[in-house]
C-alpha cells in the first residue's frame, strides 16, 4: 500500500516502430508492424523457423546518446539510458542527480548480444580470452546501472527479470519506491534487445509464429495465433509522487493505480497455466471496485495460444472483456515495455487500428479487439508470464 | 516509521561447505574453507583454477532438466519451510521474492557449445536458462499463489528480494514469504571476474593486508519470513527479525565501487532508519568482504562513515572467505548466517590467517568464532555491479 498518490509524468519508448510516443502511435493507427528478416548467418535457427523480428538494428539514438557512450555499451544499456533521457525531457526534468532518483527496468532477456559474444570468446578461445569489458555490461543489471550513472541517480537500483510479467512489475515496484516515499523521481519501465540466438531459442521453443500461407505475424486472440512475433525495445516512465507532480506543473500523463501479483502453479516451466479460474479471483479480490470502472484493457496477449487462451477466460470472468480491448504485442512484438507505452497513448486519446493480422477473432475465446479513436479513462494492463508468473496493473486518466 | 513485525521462522541453504544449514554452520564456525580445485568445469584455460563448488546428489525424477541453481533453490526453500504446513504456502497471502544473478548460465553454455557445433540440442535447459528459474520453480513446486519476483541485480540480488519481501509483509499483501537467492558457477562468470583480475589465484583473504581478489562460490540461501502474527498464530520459533532493509546506488562505475563507501553508507543509514534503530546498536556485521583490494577498502570507508570510531571495535566477518562469493545468492546465504549468529550468539571467523590490513581500521573476527552479546542488531553488506549497494538488518526477537 502506497502512502502517497503517484503519478506518470513523463515518458520515453523506442522500438521497432522507432522513438517516441508519436511514432508508436503512428504505428498502431496502421495496425501493422514493422518486421524485417532476422539474421539467420549464424546457424542457430532451424529450416523452418520464424524468420521475423521487431527489431530497431540501424536506429538513430544519438538525440539522447553520444556515439562514444554508446560504443561502451551493450544494445540493451543503449535502449535503457535512451528511453531514460527521452523520458526526462517529456517530463521536463532537466537534472535528476540525487539519492531520491531511483531506477527500476524489468529486462526478460537481459543483454543476449555481450553474453553470447563472451560465451563464444571463452568457448573458442578459452578463459582467458574473455573481454572484461563485455563482462561488465553482460549481468541483467548492467543496463539500469548505466541509467544510474548517465543520470547521477543515486536511490534504489533495481532490475527485474520476471519474463512477460516484468514490465507491470517493474511499474509497480518504482511506484512502491514513489509511494512509500524512498524515492521523489523513479525511473521505471523494461527494455529487451533480440539477437539472432535469443531468437532461434524462442523458435526452437514454439514461442514464436513462423511462416504459414497467410503471412508470419502474431495474431493475439485470432483463430490464426500461432506464436509471438519477437521484438526489442525499451519503454521507460518517469514516476513522481502527485503532490510533487502538481507542484513543479508538471503534465500529468496518468495516475498510477493498485497493482496484483499472483501465481499459477499449474504452468510448466516455460509454459502458461490453466488456472483462469484462480487467477481472475486473484485480479477481482486484488483490485475490488476499480476493475467495474476499467474501460480499456491493454493486453499482454502476444499471439502464443496458450498464453491467449488464459488470458481471455481471465478477462471473460472478471468481465473487463466488455471493455475497449488492444493487444500491442502484434504491433510492437513481444519484449521492449509496448503494453506500458501503449496504455499511455490510450490514456491520452488516439486512433488505434485492429492489428491487420487480427482480423478474425477467435470465437473460442471470445475477445474482440477495439479499433477506431479511442480515449481511456482507466485502463487495465495485463501481464501473464510463461513460468506462471501474473502481474496486473491499473493506470487513470490523472 | 514503526511497522509490524517481521520475523524469520526457518532457513536453509546449500553451500561448499553442506547441503543443509548445520553442516554449513558448523563448517563456518570451526573455520573451515569451502574453497578448492573446481572440477565443474576445466580450468586449463583460465587465469585461476579454484571455486567454491557444490556437490549435488543425483537429481531426482521430478528434478531432470533443472538447472543446478533451482536444485540449489529447492534444496534450501525445502529445509527452509520444514517447519510450516504445506497449506500455508498454497495460498494467495504467500510469495517467493528470489535473487539470481546468473540464472542457468552454466546450462546456457552448454547448449551454445552444442549449437556452435552444429549439433541439435534438447530444448528442455532453454525453459531454465532465464534468471528467474529458481525462483518460479520453488513457486511451482510449494503451490505457492501470491506474488513471486525474481531480481537481477548481481551481487546484491538476494538482499534486494529481502527487502522487497519486508515490504510486501509489512503491507499485508502476504502473511509468508521465502525470499533469498541462488545461483551457480559458469564460466562465463569465472572468465570475467579473471578477466577483471578481481579473482585471488588463492582463497580469498577479505581484508587481510594481502588480499588480492574473491573467490567464485555457489549455493543458495532462503529465509522463511512471517508477519509475527501469522507465526504467532501457529506457534512457530521465532528465530530473528527481519528489521530492516536499504538500497542505494553509487552511480559511479559499473563493476568498481565508490572508492569512498559513501553509496554502501547511504544503504546502511537507510536501513538504519527503516529498522528504527540507531548505529550504536549493531553489534556485528557480516560483509560483502569479498577480498579485492578496492571493495573491503570501500567498505571499510563505508563503515568508518556510519560507525565512527565505533567501527574500529564492532565485530565484523566475511563469510565469503568461508562459502566463496555466491553472486546474486550471497545476500540469502549471508542473511542465513546472520540470522544463525543471532540465534547462536557466534560470528564465525573470516578465513585465512594472514595480518589483517591495519589501515582498514575494521575489527574482524579471525581464528575462531567470536561470542556475541544476549541481544544482537546484526548487519549484512552486500556491493555489487552497477554500483549497487543492498543491505538488510537482522534483530535478536525479545
Given at each position: 500500500?502506497?502512502?502517497?498518490?503517484?503519478?506518470?509524468?513523463?515518458?520515453?519508448?523506442?522500438?521497432?516502430?522507432?522513438?517516441?510516443?508519436?511514432?508508436?502511435?503512428?504505428?498502431?493507427?496502421?495496425?501493422?508492424?514493422?518486421?524485417?528478416?532476422?539474421?539467420?548467418?549464424?546457424?542457430?535457427?532451424?529450416?523452418?523457423?520464424?524468420?521475423?523480428?521487431?527489431?530497431?538494428?540501424?536506429?538513430?539514438?544519438?538525440?539522447?546518446?553520444?556515439?562514444?557512450?554508446?560504443?561502451r555499451?551493450?544494445?540493451?544499456?543503449?535502449?535503457?539510458?535512451?528511453?531514460?533521457?527521452?523520458?526526462?525531457?517529456?517530463?521536463?526534468?532537466?537534472?535528476?542527480?540525487?539519492?531520491?532518483?531511483?531506477?527500476?527496468?524489468?529486462?526478460?532477456?537481459?543483454?543476449?548480444?555481450?553474453?553470447?559474444?563472451?560465451?563464444?570468446?571463452?568457448?573458442?578461445?578459452?578463459?582467458?580470452?574473455?573481454?572484461?569489458f563485455?563482462?561488465?555490461?553482460?549481468?541483467?543489471?548492467?543496463?539500469?546501472?548505466?541509467?544510474?550513472?548517465?543520470?547521477?541517480?543515486?536511490?534504489?537500483?533495481?532490475?527485474?527479470?520476471?519474463?512477460?510479467?516484468?514490465p507491470?512489475?517493474?511499474?509497480?515496484?518504482?511506484?512502491?519506491?514513489?509511494?512509500?516515499?524512498?524515492?521523489?523521481?523513479?525511473?521505471?519501465?523494461?527494455?529487451?534487445?533480440?539477437?539472432?540466438?535469443?531468437?532461434?531459442?524462442?523458435?526452437?521453443?514454439?514461442?514464436?509464429?513462423?511462416?504459414?500461407?497467410?503471412?508470419?505475424?502474431?495474431?493475439?486472440?485470432?483463430?490464426?495465433?500461432?506464436?509471438?512475433?519477437?521484438?526489442?525495445?525499451?519503454?521507460?516512465?518517469?514516476?513522481?509522487?502527485?503532490?510533487?507532480?502538481?507542484?513543479?506543473?508538471?503534465?500529468?500523463?496518468?495516475?498510477?493505480?493498485?497493482?496484483?501479483?499472483?501465481?499459477?502453479?499449474?504452468?510448466?516451466?516455460?509454459?502458461?497455466?490453466?488456472?483462469?479460474?484462480?487467477?481472475?479471483?486473484?485480479?477481482?479480490?486484488?483490485?475490488?471496485?476499480?476493475?467495474?470502472e476499467?474501460?480499456?484493457?491493454?493486453?499482454?496477449?502476444?499471439?502464443?495460444?496458450t498464453?491467449?487462451?488464459?488470458?481471455?477466460?481471465?478477462?471473460?470472468?472478471?468481465g473487463?472483456?466488455?471493455?475497449?480491448?488492444?493487444?500491442?504485442?502484434?504491433?510492437t512484438?513481444?519484449?521492449?515495455?509496448?503494453t506500458?507505452?501503449?496504455?499511455?497513448l490510450?490514456?491520452?486519446?488516439?486512433?488505434?487500428?485492429?492489428?491487420?493480422?487480427c482480423?478474425?477473432?477467435?470465437?473460442?475465446?471470445?475477445?474482440?479487439?477495439?479499433?477506431?479513436?479511442?480515449?481511456?479513462?482507466?485502463?487495465?494492463?495485463?501481464?501473464?508470464?510463461?513460468?506462471?508468473?501474473?502481474?496486473?496493473t491499473?493506470l487513470?486518466?490523472? | 516509521?514503526?511497522?509490524?513485525?517481521?520475523?524469520?521462522t526457518?532457513?536453509?541453504?546449500?553451500?561448499?561447505l553442506?547441503?543443509?544449514?548445520?553442516?554449513?554452520?558448523?563448517?563456518?564456525?570451526?573455520?573451515?574453507r569451502?574453497?578448492?580445485?573446481?572440477?565443474?568445469?576445466?580450468?586449463?584455460?583460465?587465469?585461476?583454477?579454484?571455486?567454491?563448488?557444490?556437490?549435488?546428489?543425483?537429481?531426482?525424477?521430478?528434478?531432470?532438466?533443472?538447472?543446478?541453481?533451482?536444485?540449489?533453490?529447492?534444496?534450501?526453500?525445502?529445509?527452509?519451510?520444514?517447519?510450516i504446513?504445506?497449506?500455508?504456502?498454497?495460498?494467495?497471502?504467500?510469495?517467493?521474492?528470489?535473487?539470481?544473478?546468473?540464472?542457468?548460465?552454466?546450462?546456457?553454455?552448454?547448449?551454445?557449445?552444442?549449437?556452435?557445433?552444429?549439433?541439435?540440442?534438447?530444448?528442455?535447459?532453454?525453459?531454465?536458462?532465464?534468471?528467474?528459474?529458481?525462483?518460479?520453480?520453488?513457486?511451482?513446486?510449494?503451490?505457492?499463489?501470491?506474488?513471486?519476483?525474481?531480481?537481477?541485480?548481481?551481487?546484491?540480488?538476494?538482499?534486494?528480494?529481502?527487502?522487497?519481501?519486508?515490504?510486501?509483509?509489512?503491507?499485508?499483501?502476504?502473511?509468508?514469504?521465502?525470499?533469498?537467492?541462488?545461483?551457480?558457477?559458469?564460466?562465463?562468470?569465472?572468465?570475467?571476474?579473471?578477466?577483471?583480475?578481481?579473482?585471488d589465484?588463492?582463497?580469498?583473504?577479505?581484508?587481510?593486508?594481502?588480499?588480492?581478489?574473491?573467490?567464485?562460490?555457489?549455493?543458495?540461501?532462503?529465509?522463511?519470513?512471517?508477519?509475527?502474527?501469522?507465526?504467532?498464530?501457529?506457534?512457530?520459533?521465532?528465530?530473528?527479525?527481519?528489521?530492516?532493509?536499504?538500497?542505494?546506488?553509487?552511480?559511479?562505475?559499473?563493476?568498481?565501487?565508490?572508492?569512498?563507501?559513501?553509496?554502501?553508507?547511504?544503504?546502511?543509514?537507510?536501513?538504519?532508519?527503516?529498522?528504527?534503530?540507531?548505529?550504536?546498536?549493531?553489534?556485528?556485521?557480516?560483509?560483502?568482504?569479498?577480498?579485492?583490494?578496492?571493495?573491503?577498502?570501500?567498505?571499510?570507508?563505508?563503515?568508518?562513515a556510519?560507525?565512527?570510531?565505533?567501527?574500529?571495535?564492532?565485530?565484523?566477518?566475511?563469510?565469503?572467505?568461508?562459502?566463496?562469493?555466491?553472486?546474486?545468492?550471497?545476500?540469502?546465504?549471508?542473511?542465513?548466517?546472520t540470522?544463525?549468529?543471532?540465534?547462536?550468539?557466534?560470528?564465525?571467523?573470516?578465513?585465512?590467517?594472514?595480518?589483517?590490513?591495519?589501515?582498514?581500521?575494521?575489527?574482524?573476527?579471525?581464528?575462531?568464532?567470536?561470542?556475541?552479546p544476549?541481544?544482537?542488531?546484526?548487519?549484512?553488506?552486500?556491493?555489487?555491479?552497477?554500483?549497487?549497494?543492498?543491505?538488510?538488518?537482522?534483530?535478536?526477537?525479545?
Open positions: 500500500m502506497n502512502a502517497r498518490a503517484v503519478v506518470v509524468t513523463g515518458i520515453g519508448c523506442l522500438g521497432p516502430y522507432g522513438a517516441g510516443l508519436p511514432a508508436l502511435a503512428t504505428a498502431l493507427a496502421s495496425g501493422t508492424p514493422t518486421a524485417r528478416e532476422v539474421d539467420r548467418s549464424a546457424g542457430y535457427h532451424r529450416r523452418h523457423s520464424a524468420q521475423l523480428v521487431a527489431g530497431c538494428a540501424g536506429m538513430d539514438l544519438s538525440a539522447w546518446l553520444s556515439p562514444q557512450a554508446a560504443r555499451m551493450s544494445d540493451l544499456s543503449q535502449f535503457a539510458v535512451a528511453a531514460s533521457r527521452m523520458a526526462l525531457q517529456d517530463a521536463d526534468l532537466a537534472d535528476v542527480r540525487s539519492d531520491r532518483t531511483a531506477v527500476v527496468l524489468a529486462t526478460a532477456l537481459g543483454p543476449g548480444g555481450f553474453t553470447e559474444q563472451l560465451a563464444r570468446q571463452i568457448l573458442e578461445k578459452g578463459g582467458k580470452a574473455a573481454s572484461p563485455l563482462f561488465t555490461d553482460c549481468v541483467a543489471n548492467a543496463a539500469a546501472g548505466q541509467v544510474a550513472i548517465d543520470l547521477g541517480a543515486r536511490g534504489a537500483n533495481l532490475t527485474l527479470c520476471q519474463r512477460e510479467a516484468g507491470l512489475l517493474a511499474l509497480a515496484q518504482g511506484a512502491e519506491e514513489v509511494g512509500r516515499g524512498r524515492a521523489d523521481i523513479c525511473l521505471a519501465g523494461a527494455v529487451d534487445e533480440m539477437k539472432p540466438l535469443v531468437h532461434a531459442l524462442l523458435d526452437r521453443f514454439r514461442a514464436l509464429a513462423r511462416p504459414t500461407p497467410h503471412g508470419e505475424a502474431a495474431r493475439p486472440f485470432d483463430r490464426r495465433a500461432a506464436g509471438a512475433l519477437a521484438g526489442e525495445g525499451a519503454t521507460v516512465l518517469v514516476l513522481e509522487a502527485e503532490t510533487a507532480a502538481r507542484a513543479r506543473g508538471a503534465t500529468i500523463l496518468a495516475r498510477v493505480g493498485p497493482s496484483v501479483r499472483a501465481f499459477d502453479p499449474t504452468a510448466g516451466r516455460a509454459g502458461f497455466g490453466r488456472d483462469a479460474a484462480g487467477l481472475a479471483e486473484a485480479l477481482g479480490s486484488g483490485l475490488r471496485g476499480t476493475l467495474a476499467v474501460d480499456t484493457v491493454v493486453s499482454g496477449a502476444s499471439g502464443v495460444r498464453l491467449d487462451r488464459l488470458e481471455a477466460a481471465v478477462l471473460r470472468a472478471t473487463s472483456d466488455r471493455a475497449f480491448v488492444m493487444a500491442p504485442k502484434a504491433i512484438g513481444e519484449f521492449g515495455g509496448g506500458l507505452a501503449t496504455a499511455i490510450a490514456l491520452r486519446g488516439a486512433d488505434f487500428a485492429v492489428p491487420v493480422a482480423t478474425q477473432p477467435d470465437p473460442a475465446l471470445g475477445i474482440t479487439l477495439g479499433g477506431g479513436t479511442h480515449r481511456a479513462g482507466r485502463v487495465l494492463l495485463t501481464g501473464l508470464a510463461a513460468g506462471g508468473v501474473a502481474a496486473w491499473v487513470d486518466q490523472p | 516509521m514503526s511497522h509490524a513485525p517481521v520475523v524469520v526457518g532457513v536453509g541453504c546449500t553451500s561448499a553442506g547441503t543443509t544449514v548445520d553442516a554449513t554452520w558448523a563448517a563456518a564456525c570451526a573455520g573451515r569451502g574453497i578448492a580445485e573446481l572440477r565443474l568445469f576445466p580450468t586449463a584455460s583460465h587465469r585461476t583454477s579454484i571455486a567454491a563448488s557444490v556437490e549435488l546428489a543425483e537429481p531426482t525424477p521430478a528434478e531432470r532438466g533443472w538447472a543446478r541453481a533451482e536444485r540449489f533453490a529447492m534444496v534450501a526453500a525445502r529445509e527452509a519451510t520444514a517447519g504446513a504445506a497449506n500455508a504456502l498454497r495460498t494467495r497471502r504467500a510469495g517467493i521474492f528470489f535473487g539470481s544473478s546468473t540464472g542457468a548460465l552454466f546450462e546456457g553454455e552448454r547448449l551454445l557449445a552444442e549449437l556452435l557445433a552444429r549439433r541439435q540440442p534438447s530444448v528442455r535447459p532453454i525453459a531454465a536458462i532465464q534468471n528467474d528459474g529458481p525462483g518460479t520453480s520453488i513457486a511451482r513446486a510449494l503451490g505457492v499463489r501470491g506474488p513471486v519476483v525474481t531480481f537481477s541485480t548481481a551481487c546484491t540480488s538476494a538482499n534486494v528480494a529481502l527487502g522487497a519481501a519486508l515490504d510486501a509483509l509489512r503491507s499485508g499483501e502476504v502473511e509468508v514469504a521465502i525470499a533469498g537467492g541462488a545461483d551457480e558457477l559458469c564460466e562465463i562468470t569465472y572468465a570475467g571476474f579473471n578477466s577483471l583480475r578481481a579473482c589465484p588463492q582463497p580469498s583473504r577479505p581484508f587481510r593486508a594481502s588480499r588480492a581478489g574473491l573467490s567464485m562460490g555457489e549455493g543458495a540461501g532462503v529465509l522463511l519470513l512471517e508477519t509475527l502474527a501469522h507465526a504467532e498464530a501457529r506457534g512457530a520459533r521465532v528465530l530473528a527479525e527481519l528489521a530492516g532493509a536499504g538500497r542505494s546506488c553509487d552511480a559511479h562505475h559499473v563493476s568498481a565501487p565508490a572508492p569512498d563507501g559513501s553509496g554502501a553508507a547511504a544503504a546502511i543509514r537507510q536501513a538504519l532508519g527503516d529498522a528504527g534503530a540507531w548505529a550504536e546498536q549493531v553489534t556485528f556485521v557480516n560483509a560483502h568482504g569479498t577480498g579485492t583490494p578496492h571493495n573491503d577498502d570501500a567498505e571499510s570507508k563505508a563503515m568508518a556510519v560507525f565512527g570510531a565505533r567501527s574500529a571495535q564492532l565485530p565484523l566477518t566475511s563469510t565469503k572467505s568461508l562459502v566463496g562469493h555466491l553472486l546474486g545468492a550471497a545476500g540469502g546465504i549471508e542473511a542465513v548466517l540470522t544463525l549468529s543471532i540465534v547462536h550468539r557466534l560470528l564465525p571467523p573470516t578465513a585465512g590467517d594472514e595480518p589483517i590490513d591495519a589501515a582498514l581500521g575494521l575489527d574482524v573476527v579471525t581464528g575462531s568464532a567470536r561470542a556475541l544476549e541481544h544482537n542488531l546484526g548487519l549484512s553488506t552486500n556491493l555489487a555491479f552497477g554500483g549497487n549497494n543492498a543491505v538488510v538488518l537482522l534483530r535478536s526477537w525479545r
